[in-house]
Nanobody, 111 residues
Framework: QVQLVESGGGLVQPGGSLRLSCVASGSIFSTNPMGWYRQAPGKQRELVAGITSDGSTNYADSVKGRFTISRDNAKNTVYLQMNSLKPEDTAVYYC?????WGQGTQVTVSS
């Protein structure tokens, strides 16, 4: 069984930054791809960023150049650095690895 626990969400003004963290239990972390998804009210859950076990990354077009995903296998942790935040980034952000989801953390971008 794998558990994913997110943290780092909150309220931030437009143009601000947040860093989300996701700590994974279990020994599979270093070999698993990881991802961050988000779901805004009334919208479908969408992929924000993904990272493979060897560190290759991919991003949604809407966040390219503003968000950075990274991982620290020694800490079983994946991060999402979010800069230049916009109101449209407001959503619940979920950590994901195949077959497992975190509980989500709320990000609200508002003045």
């Amino acid at each position: 069984q794998v558990q994913l626990v997110e943290s780092g969400g909150g309220l931030v003004q437009p143009g601000g930054s947040l860093r989300l963290s996701c700590v994974a239990s279990g020994s599979i972390f270093s070999t698993n791809p990881m991802g961050w998804y988000r779901q805004a009210p009334g919208k479908q859950r969408e992929l924000v960023a993904g990272i493979t076990s060897d560190g290759s990354t991919n991003y949604a077009d809407s966040v390219k150049g503003r968000f950075t995903i990274s991982r620290d296998n020694a800490k079983n942790t994946v991060y999402l650095q979010m800069n230049s935040l916009k109101p449209e980034d407001t959503a619940v952000y979920y950590c994901y690895t195949p077959n497992f989801w975190g509980q989500g953390t709320q990000v609200t971008v508002s003045s």
